[in-house]
């Protein structure tokens, strides 16, 4: 699993939810810039990964499990 793959995972889940990455991360409790892609990678060009906690925010928001969420790969 690659770093853009957990972005892409995060993009097409918002989408199967009929969000935005914007509105998934609000809906999940988190702040509305989260998921932004200018912050997916540092200034420096490093990858920049969503924590865990933010994943496991998502699934507990929308009730959905880890494998529903890496099918978005």
């Not at 990455?21 to 969503?50: E, I, M, V």
């Amino acid at each position: 699993m690659t770093h853009n793959d957990i972005w892409t995972a995060i993009d097409n889940f918002a989408s199967q939810h009929n969000m935005s990455c914007s509105g998934l991360a609000k809906y999940s409790g988190l702040d509305a810039t989260s998921f932004n892609k200018s912050k997916r990678w540092s200034k420096y060009g490093q990858p920049r990964w969503p924590s865990t906690n933010s994943i496991a925010k998502i699934l507990n928001a929308t009730g959905a499990t880890l494998e529903e969420f890496v099918k978005g790969i």
